[in-house]
């Protein structure tokens, strides 16, 4: 068992609240990522393992995504999202997948191994403060262990109809540490969307970054591992970081939601 540390409430939210404050830009040159989308229920699962990239994020909302092949170094995907709207490029086919992040499940036109979402993984890497100000919103603290550490636990919870509070969103702040290293979010009936897991953290001007981040979406039916060597923090990004111009001759395709249709 590590040796746990002690903070009071105020100062776990004050720590996560200076991480929000402190990181403008993230990036990594050096990313190594694999995915996995299907469910084991239906028996179908596609995986791409251990393929490289990099990554660029700004905040509040963009990102930048680029995965490649790890014996050409051409790109096998990549994801680009200002706000709402975001792109996919799958160069294979030459086409570009155009959506939106606050879409639900998401009709990719017979490419289900397409089921990434750019939010999520903004959320996951760039997790907000907790801010209680915004509508009917709660905040518990619990301890919890587990055989290796003891954890803080804070949940952010809403009001539901009479005295029922339903969880959108759960910190566990490892103690040996006192930083995140697992995230959950769930949606407003309460049922888990995001299960994210942090580990081998390491300092980074002053704070303690993840190296290595997965991120399950058992809704959405999709798995994401990202492993990184380093990080640099608030680099100076170029205006047009984000700007995506479809490659020439490249198929846009609208995505439009499931069950949806116009």
Same mark, same amino acid.
């Not at 791409?48 to 990239?53: D, E, K, L, N, T």
């Not at 086409?95 to 996951?124: C, S, W, Y």
């Not at 407003?188 to 303690?208: F, K």
């Given at each position: 068992?590590?040796?746990?540390?002690?903070?009071?409430?105020? +100062?776990?939210?004050?720590?996560?609240?200076?991480?929000?404050?402190?990181?403008?830009?993230?990036?990594?040159?050096?990313?190594?990522?694999?995915?996995?989308?299907?469910?084991?229920?239906?028996?179908?699962? *596609?995986?791409?393992?251990?393929?490289?990239?990099?990554?660029?994020?700004?905040?509040?909302?963009?990102?930048?995504?680029?995965?490649?092949?790890? @014996?050409?170094?051409?790109?096998?995907?990549?994801?680009?999202?200002?706000?709402?709207?975001?792109?996919?490029?799958?160069?294979? %086919? /030459?086409k570009v997948? *155009?959506? +939106? /992040?606050?879409?639900? %499940?998401?009709?990719? %036109?017979?490419?289900?191994?397409?089921?990434?979402?750019?939010?999520?993984?903004?959320? !996951?890497?760039?997790?907000?403060?907790?801010?209680?100000?915004?509508?009917?919103?709660?905040?518990?603290?619990?301890?919890?262990?587990? !055989?290796?550490?003891?954890?803080?636990v804070l949940?952010?919870?809403?009001?539901?109809?009479?005295?029922?509070?339903?969880?959108?969103?759960?910190?566990?702040?490892?103690?040996?540490?006192?930083? @995140?290293?697992?995230? *959950?979010?769930?949606?407003?009936?309460?049922?888990? @969307?995001?299960?994210?897991?942090?580990?081998?953290?390491?300092?980074? /001007? /002053?704070?303690?970054? =993840?190296?290595?981040?997965?991120?399950?979406?058992?809704?959405?039916?999709?798995?994401?591992?990202? +492993?990184?060597?380093?990080?640099?923090?608030?680099?100076?990004?170029?205006?047009?970081?984000?700007?995506?111009?479809? =490659?020439?001759?490249? *198929?846009?395709?609208?995505?439009?939601?499931?069950?949806?249709?116009?």
């Amino acid at each position: 068992m590590l040796a746990a540390k002690t903070a009071t409430l105020d +100062e776990l939210l004050a720590s996560l609240a200076g991480y929000s404050e402190r990181i403008a830009t993230l990036s990594s040159n050096s990313l190594k990522a694999s995915y996995t989308s299907g469910r084991v229920e239906s028996g179908r699962l *596609q995986a791409y393992r251990s393929a490289p990239g990099y990554l660029l994020l700004r905040r509040p909302d963009s990102i930048l995504m680029n995965i490649q092949n790890p @014996v050409t170094k051409t790109t096998l995907f990549e994801l680009v999202s200002v706000g709402d709207p975001f792109s996919i490029w799958y160069p294979r %086919e /030459n086409k570009v997948f *155009q959506g +939106e /992040n606050h879409m639900g %499940e998401i009709d990719f %036109e017979g490419h289900a191994d397409l089921t990434l979402r750019p939010v999520h993984i903004i959320e !996951a890497i760039l997790p907000q403060k907790i801010d209680l100000s915004k509508g009917d919103l709660y905040l518990s603290m619990e301890e919890a262990r587990d !055989a290796s550490t003891k954890y803080y636990v804070l949940t952010v919870s809403r009001a539901a109809v009479g005295r029922v509070l339903h969880p959108r969103r759960k910190l566990w702040i490892d103690r040996s540490v006192l930083a @995140v290293s697992r995230q *959950q979010v769930y949606d407003e009936a309460g049922r888990i @969307v995001s299960d994210i897991s942090y580990a081998r953290l390491e300092p980074v /001007n /002053n704070m303690l970054l =993840p190296l290595s981040i997965k991120i399950d979406r058992p809704e959405d039916g999709y798995s994401l591992d990202l +492993e990184f060597k380093d990080w640099r923090v608030n680099p100076e990004l170029p205006r047009n970081a984000f700007e995506f111009i479809p =490659p020439p001759g490249a *198929q846009q395709i609208e995505l439009k939601e499931k069950g949806k249709s116009g």
